[in-house]
Nanobody
């Protein structure tokens, strides 16, 4: 399984970005998918996730109402639409795939349920 994340960049506060994560080797419809981020000097933080059915989504408290996770099964691609970006959103964003079909935020928000990780894409938000 390989995950290729892209879409990061340098934006101003209030702007939007859409991250993409193309998966190969396993279909998203049979996987738990998540987004995590890590800022310099900080621990990895859960951002968002979507269950294998696509019907269950979960968000970290700091991004609720601003970020939206989705996926395109035909393209086997996971997305993270990020609106109203803030300087605190600055981090490397990672997509992750879990082979176990979890649902519910308790499981989807845990990084130990994910088996494969992408290389990360940098998001920098200036004030």
């Amino acid at each position: 399984v390989q995950l290729q994340a892209s879409g990061g960049g340098l934006v101003q506060a209030g702007d939007s970005l859409r991250l993409s994560c193309v998966a190969s080797g396993r279909t998203l419809s049979s996987s738990s998918m998540g987004w995590f981020r890590q800022a310099p000097g900080k621990e990895r933080e859960f951002v968002s996730a979507i269950s294998y059915t696509g019907r269950s989504t979960s968000y970290g408290d700091s991004v609720k109402g601003r970020f939206t996770v989705s996926r395109d099964d035909a393209k086997n691609t996971l997305y993270l639409q990020m609106n109203s970006l803030k300087p605190d959103d600055t981090a490397v964003y990672y997509c992750a795939l879990g082979a176990t079909k979890y649902s519910g935020s308790y499981y989807l928000s845990r990084d130990d349920v994910y088996d494969y990780w992408g290389q990360g894409t940098q998001v920098t938000v200036s004030s």
